[in-house]
């Protein structure tokens, strides 16, 4: 995984919502897709974008897929982002 894939599939706000969502569990890609106004294929876009990134893995149960947060990946990201100081900290209140 490259962190330019990662920064580039946390760049768009619906994948941000889509990790947000998982970040309370496990979903199946029909619950996903019911939170936004969006086409089913354009939901399976967001999603294959942000497996590939590695932020979030499938697995199949049945006939559903199921989607949930790679934990590892998504805090390696948020680590590397506030090693930047970009973690939202005030510079004036130091």
Same mark, same amino acid.
């Given at each position: 995984?490259?962190?330019?894939?990662?920064?580039?599939?946390?760049?768009?706000?619906?994948?941000?919502?889509?990790?947000?969502?998982?970040?309370?569990?496990?979903?199946?890609?029909?619950?996903?897709? =019911?939170?936004?106004?969006?086409?089913?294929? $354009?939901?399976? /876009?967001? #999603?294959? @974008?942000?497996? &590939?990134?590695?932020?979030?893995?499938?697995?199949?149960?049945?006939?559903?897929?199921?989607?949930?947060?790679? =934990?590892?990946?998504?805090?390696?990201?948020? $680590?590397?982002? /506030?090693? #930047?100081? @970009?973690?939202? &900290?005030?510079?004036?209140?130091?």
């Amino acid at each position: 995984m490259a962190m330019s894939d990662t920064l580039k599939a946390i760049s768009d706000p619906v994948r941000r919502q889509i990790l947000e969502l998982l970040r309370q569990g496990s979903q199946p890609a029909g619950e996903i897709a =019911a939170h936004f106004d969006l086409k089913q294929a $354009t939901v399976s /876009y967001h #999603l294959k @974008l942000l497996k &590939q990134a590695g932020l979030i893995t499938e697995r199949k149960d049945k006939n559903f897929i199921y989607y949930d947060l790679n =934990a590892s990946v998504f805090e390696e990201v948020l $680590t590397w982002i /506030y090693s #930047l100081g @970009l973690g939202g &900290q005030d510079d004036d209140q130091k």
